[in-house]
């Protein structure tokens, strides 16, 4: 069985230009979940959606964040325009809707905005 | 505001020794509590869980301890090998209305395992 999946592994852009960051749940999970870590802190929740619809965006940090996931299957970040301090690892993770208890994380996305 | 808080930051055990990792949450409403091991240029992977209700689960070298009245929780790895260098993450489920599912998690312990 493929794991969650996430694409790109590593961006870096300047400050302003903008970044679509991809994920690819484990087949069948409904739900998906975006978190962020900041160089060095916590691993922060930033939204949650079952199946496609969002039911939770409460950690997005403003409205430069755009999240969506399209027929309920793979989502995408889009950041636009970047700032410096979105610097970090993106995580994606997915559950099955019975079992959400046990998240399984992607590799990440590093973003490095300069 | 950090509602999950682990320590230490880094911990340095030689082989066969016990690593202890601390984590303390604040709020009630959490009710699953996972750890999390992560290696490098990897996701982090589950390695172990409790429920509030249970005060201790074992799963081989790993050992999760659960304190309810002090909001503590703790992750013993007995006879720690090289292997098990790596950072680990305590996380907290959070059990309330919409948010239900998100994980709280704490800063991260960096293991370094000596031969």
């Known amino acids: 069985e493929a794991g969650v999946t996430q694409f790109p592994s590593h961006s870096v852009i300047e400050k302003g230009q903008t970044v679509t960051l991809r994920c690819d749940p484990i087949?069948?999970?409904?739900?998906l979940y975006w978190y962020r870590r900041v160089m060095g802190k916590e691993i922060k929740f930033l939204l949650h959606f079952v199946k496609e619809s969002k039911q939770d965006e409460s950690g997005m940090p403003n409205n430069r964040f755009l999240a969506e996931r399209t027929g309920g299957t793979y989502s995408t970040l889009k950041v636009q325009p970047a700032e410096l301090e979105d610097s970090g690892v993106y995580f994606c993770?997915?559950?099955?809707?019975?079992?959400?208890?046990?998240?399984?994380f992607g590799p990440g996305t590093r973003l490095t905005v300069t | 505001q950090q509602q999950v808080k682990q320590s230490p930051q880094s911990l340095i055990v030689q082989k066969g020794g016990i690593s202890i990792i601390n984590c303390a949450y604040e709020?009630?409403?959490?009710?699953?509590f996972p750890w999390y091991q992560q290696f490098p240029g990897k996701g982090p992977a589950l390695l172990i869980a409790i429920r509030p209700d249970v005060s201790e689960k074992k799963e081989g070298r790993f050992t999760i301890s659960f304190n309810k009245s002090a909001k503590q929780f703790s992750l013993h790895i007995m006879d720690s090998q090289p292997g098990d260098s790596a950072t680990y993450f305590c996380a907290a489920r959070f059990a309330g209305g919409t948010s239900y599912g998100k994980l709280t998690f704490g800063q991260g312990t960096i293991l370094t395992v000596h031969p």
């Open positions: 087949s069948g999970h409904d739900n």
């Open positions: 709020n009630t409403a959490f009710d699953y």
């Open positions: 993770a997915s559950s099955p809707m019975t079992v959400n208890y046990e998240q399984y």
